[in-house]
Nanobody, 116 residues
Framework: QVQFVESGGGLVQPGGSLRLSCATS????????MAWYRQAPGKQRESVAT???????YYTNSVKGRFTISRDISKNTVYLQMNNLKPEDTAVYYC??????????WGQGTQVTVSS
């Protein structure tokens, strides 16, 4: 059962921008803190940005000042604006609840490739 649909990824040159979207049909996630995660080849999945139900935001150090997470509760959608992309940002990006015990099934993710 797919609970999240991520989109917006693609191939971009270093310094470029992308805006990712994550939609869910389950309104319960609008009450939870949500996060964007990424998994690069050969590496573990990591959290890169979190937004609380009150719209407070948190970022891992490597993306601070470059990525912005936001949400539209009326659309059950979470966004990730990524600017000044770097090759090390290359990964499959996913969204899910921030809290481990509230997470739903993982979606297919969206591939982001940063390369010249």
């Amino acid at each position: 059962q797919v609970q999240f649909v991520e989109s917006g990824g693609g191939l971009v040159q270093p310094g470029g921008s992308l805006r990712l979207s994550c939609a869910t049909s389950e309104s319960r996630f609008s009450r939870y803190a949500m996060a964007w995660y990424r998994q690069a080849p050969g590496k573990q999945r990591e959290s890169v940005a979190t937004i609380t139900s009150g719209s407070s935001t948190y970022y891992t150090n490597s993306v601070k000042g470059r990525f912005t997470i936001s949400r539209d509760i009326s659309k059950n959608t979470v966004y990730l604006q990524m600017n000044n992309l770097k090759p090390e940002d290359t990964a499959v990006y996913y969204c899910n609840a921030a809290a481990l015990d509230l997470r739903g099934s993982w979606g297919q993710g969206t591939q982001v490739t940063v390369s010249s």
